[in-house]
């Protein structure tokens, strides 16, 4: 997540979720927000029907305040909702570690790669170090999962809308959105690996501010 202002987000990461949100990679600061899960405190649902035996899916829990909503998330064909639900895992994962300050955490290490998960760690980094969290609804949609040759690798593309999304500084309380005349759209595209034990971990991403089309 980037946030830019609601800004510091991905850009940090280099290729990985945007989020003033902006996540992990791409041009996005850390004041731009990833994603976030509408409800109340909720765990990461059950591991997916498509994930290999024995790949038991860390717990996953974002407090009431940061809500993610992923829309239209489903897909008809079980590879490529494996690859939506691991996907859906990972910005969770990321997003709890920021309000958790928490760059260690098991669901953090779970989802990504070596290379991913230093990615992550500095996006996160971004918002951590200026004792920033994140508040608000981030909105998650149209998902598109294009799955390489192989079968061992794919691409998960998504948009999020960081309009009603904010950080918080946990010092001074101050809740900042992105700065007027910024676009709220951000793109993401997220390049994953399927490890042994069958879950889609994310390498790398990359994120553009205004890159969604619709």
Same mark, same amino acid.
């Given at each position: 997540m980037a946030r830019r202002a609601f800004t510091t987000t991905a850009a940090a990461l280099t290729a990985t979720t945007a989020l003033l949100l902006t996540g992990c990679g791409g041009d996005e600061s850390p004041d731009d927000i990833k994603g976030a899960e509408s409800g109340s405190p909720s765990p990461s649902a059950s591991a997916p029907a498509s994930a290999a035996p024995g790949a038991e899916r860390p717990e996953i829990t974002l407090p009431s305040s940061f809500r993610l909503a992923? #829309? *239209?998330? $489903? +897909? /008809?064909? &079980?590879? %490529?909702? !494996?690859?939506? /639900? *691991?996907?859906?895992? %990972?910005? $969770? +994962?990321?997003? !709890? !570690?920021i309000i958790d300050n928490d760059l260690d955490s098991e669901a953090l290490v779970f989802y990504h790669t070596a290379?991913?998960? +230093?990615? !992550?760690? #500095?996006?996160?980094k971004t918002y951590t170090d200026k004792n920033l969290t994140v508040i608000g609804d981030l909105p998650v949609f149209d998902p598109e999962v294009v799955l390489g040759s192989g079968g061992g690798n794919a691409v998960l593309n998504y948009c999020t809308d960081e309009s009603k999304a904010s950080t918080k500084n946990l010092k001074t309380g101050e809740v900042q959105g992105n700065p007027p005349g910024t676009d709220p759209e951000v793109f993401y595209s997220v390049s994953?690996?399927?490890? %042994?034990?069958?879950?889609? #971990?994310?390498? &790398?991403?990359r994120s553009e501010r205004g890159g969604c089309q619709r």
């Open positions: 992923f #829309q *239209d998330w $489903r +897909s /008809d064909k &079980s590879e %490529e909702q !494996a690859v939506l /639900d *691991d996907g859906k895992e %990972e910005l $969770r +994962s990321g997003y !709890a !570690a290379s991913g998960l +230093s990615q !992550a760690q #500095q996006w996160i994953m690996t399927k490890n %042994e034990q069958g879950v889609w #971990q994310t390498v &790398s991403v």
